[in-house]
């Protein structure tokens, strides 16, 4: 059974470090792409990547119900097939209409195959094995998002629009090696029974929101995401740009900063963080992020030592990537481990939504409050933001078992 479950494992794992590794290729050239390739305006570059946002917006409330009684595996499927044909219209589209189609159906796509993998990780773990088996998914997410833009990168030529229908066939490619990957997967038994259709199979919304600590956990991964990963494209961008006074070409080594400290920092951090209430790595995180906001703040208020304040951005960015580290053996199979056993994919799915809401509403404040010159009211409120993830976990702490705050240490806690 057990070695059944890392064969299915190890084969999820693979199929999604590769189709993060094709997403990589075409992401940091999206705006560019659109803007200034296709020479669609800046204007159309926004309506793209928004089309992106509600599509998944549009399908994600939808899809936990849908992975719960038809099972992941046809909607992973049915997502990678979405993401590959909407790669590939915007490498070949030239106008704006077949743009944004593209941008929605590959928004779609995207947006359900998330939950779908987050359940089949779920299905193929236990709950002890459950945080390195996410943990490894995100360092291989973001290990291939960062191989896939180097390559990106060096094939990349805003003067020639065939280099980058090249990155998107790429992409489209990737998906659909995930897609015949997932294919052959061979879940275990417990899994396949698991799957089972059944009339109890789902509670639906009113089930999840008649959970108090769920609904807690969402509103605490609200605060959670609109407070960092919100920010990157936004506000926080435009405060380095604006206020720190870095280049653009600096800002990139910041990035390369935020990636590098989760490669590194993933499996140093893992062993400690597995072993410790949940709820208060969290609530860890939050004090971190706030120390990391209170460093930015700083770098833009250095003067004439330019370095200093380059090298405080810097470290910002690596705090963050510190930061998302340790919420990645973390938070989702937290999410998991809260679910009814029939109820994994709703669960998965509502908490994907309040990630895209958070992903949507951050850059939105973040720029308006940018575009404002509130430099100071923008870092003010995300280190409060930040302090309210801490305080919001240790709430929910007092609501979780034992089994879902600290499943290592259970046995030991029951003795």
């Not at 599509?55 to 990678?80: K, N, Q």
């Not at 807690?216 to 990157?232: H, K, M, P, T």
């Not at 340790?326 to 999410?335: D, F, G, Q, R, Y």
Request: aromatic share 8%; charged share 10%; net charge positive.
């Amino acid at each position: 059974m057990t070695t059944a479950m890392g064969a299915a494992l190890r084969r999820i794992q693979m199929g999604n470090a590769l189709s993060a590794f094709g997403n990589g290729f075409t992401v940091p050239f999206l705006f560019v792409y659109v803007a200034r390739v296709r020479d669609l305006g800046a204007g159309t570059a926004g309506v793209v990547l928004s089309a992106f946002a509600v599509a998944a917006l549009a399908v994600l409330p939808f899809t936990g119900r849908t992975i719960d009684r038809s099972g992941p595996l046809p909607v992973l499927l049915t997502g990678a097939f979405a993401a590959a044909v909407g790669s590939m219209g915007f490498g070949l589209a030239s106008s704006a209409p077949l743009v944004i189609a593209a941008s929605a159906v590959m928004g779609a796509g995207i947006a359900v195959m998330q939950p779908a993998l987050a359940t089949l990780i779920v299905w193929c773990s236990t709950p002890r094995s459950r945080s390195r088996a996410f943990a490894t998914q995100f360092f291989l997410s973001n290990l291939g998002l960062g191989v896939g833009g180097l390559f990106g990168g060096l094939l990349v030529d805003t003067s020639r629009p065939g280099s980058f229908t090249l990155l998107f066939s790429v992409e489209a490619a990737m998906f659909v090696v995930l897609g015949v990957v997932a294919a052959s997967v061979r879940l275990p038994k417990a899994a396949r029974m698991e799957a089972a259709p059944t009339d109890k199979a789902a509670g639906g919304w009113r089930a999840l929101f008649a959970d108090r600590a769920m609904v807690q956990l969402c509103v605490l991964g609200g605060v959670l995401f609109f407070a960092c990963y919100g920010q990157f494209e936004s506000g926080l961008s435009a405060y380095a740009v604006e206020v720190t006074k870095v280049s653009p070409a600096t800002l990139g080594v910041a990035l390369a900063a935020n990636t590098a400290a989760i490669v590194v920092a993933q499996f140093l951090v893992l062993r400690p963080v597995e072993r410790r209430r949940r709820s208060r790595v969290i609530a860890a995180v939050g004090v971190l992020w706030a120390v990391a906001w209170v460093v930015a703040g700083l770098s833009g208020l250095t003067g004439s030592a330019h370095g200093v304040a380059t090298a405080m951005l810097i470290g910002t960015y690596a705090l963050f990537g510190l930061g998302e580290a340790m919420l990645s053996p973390t938070v989702a199979p937290l999410v998991a481990d809260m679910a009814p056993e029939r109820m994994v994919g709703q669960y998965n799915a509502a908490f994907a939504l309040v990630k895209q809401l958070a992903l949507a509403v951050g850059p939105a404040v973040g720029g308006l409050m940018a575009g404002g010159g509130m430099y100071t009211e923008y870092i003010v409120m995300l280190v409060a933001c930040s302090l309210a993830v801490s305080v919001l976990s240790v709430r929910l702490g007092r609501r979780l078992t034992v089994g879902q705050d600290a499943p290592m240490r259970e046995p030991v806690l029951a003795a």
